[in-house]
């Protein structure tokens, strides 16, 4: 078995004459929390939606525990273990913040048509398993007592919270966050940093995650990948990234003091 969950070999997307991604290979071990960072139209999101399945890439390959998942869709990829968040939230607003975590479990259910129609015996038990389940997430990212309110009558952090919550009730071994502080307060994202790495610890998964606050990276990231015009320019640890003059070219265009 492979000690990387996922690798990207020599991936490539183009948009008309734009490079998105040019070539890029990286890998992500088993265990731990990698950081993608990079000046705006690096490619990080473009990334993203190639790992999930929203575009297909042009070339190169997307490994997911040695197996090729490149040009999969979407529902094909949750099925195999990876789940994400997006940069803008997009909670399901008609829906209870209850519903919107059992919409996440969907891919994990087995009841039929015939099963969840006729509420056979199996499917009650699923249907309770899946409701405790449901509220244990809802409870472990902060949102107990909230279940009955409308998602997005919750407080823009709390919706945070409620997105980490469905992407984990799909019981991912790989978890892709773009940009989960995103439009939050120092206190609020120095919350969700210890968040993530209670995810990362106690449910054992994998977490690649798209992050601009720099705090929140160098605290949380076990890896760094810095992207520049679609390309890597450099990986390491927090200590290593810091001190990279390639990374302080990509984000001053020269020497000197640098958001790292």
Not at 165 to 185: H, I, V
């Amino acid at each position: 078995m492979t000690d990387r969950v996922l690798s990207i070999q020599g991936l490539t997307k183009h948009f008309g004459g734009i490079l998105a991604l040019n070539g890029l290979s990286f890998g992500v071990g088993r265990e731990g929390i990698y950081s993608i960072i990079g000046p705006n139209g690096a490619g990080k999101t473009t990334l993203f939606n190639c790992i999930s399945g929203v575009l297909r890439p042009d070339g190169g390959k997307i490994l997911f525990q040695g197996e090729d998942i490149t040009g999969l869709k979407g529902h094909e990829i949750v099925e195999l273990g990876i789940a994400r968040t997006f940069q803008n939230i997009r909670l399901f607003s008609n829906m209870t913040v209850l519903e919107n975590v059992l919409v996440g479990m969907h891919s994990r259910l087995r009841s039929n048509f015939w099963q969840t129609i006729s509420r056979s015996h199996y499917q009650r038990l699923e249907e309770k398993s899946a409701l405790k389940r449901a509220y244990q997430l809802l409870d472990y990212v902060g949102l107990k007592g909230l279940e009955d309110k409308l998602a997005t009558s919750l407080p823009y952090g709390l919706q945070r919270r409620l997105e980490l919550a469905r992407a984990l009730a799909s019981s991912p071994k790989l978890l892709l966050l773009d940009e989960p502080t995103a439009g939050m307060l120092p206190s609020e994202s120095k919350e969700i940093a210890e968040l993530l790495k209670r995810i990362q610890w106690e449910f054992g998964i994998s977490i690649l995650l798209i992050e601009h606050d720099m705090k929140v990276v160098m605290d949380v990231s076990s890896k760094i990948i810095v992207l520049d015009l679609g390309e890597k320019i450099a990986e390491g640890s927090p200590d290593e990234i810091r001190s990279d003059e390639r990374v302080i070219q990509a984000y001053l265009g020269g020497k000197g003091k640098h958001p790292l």
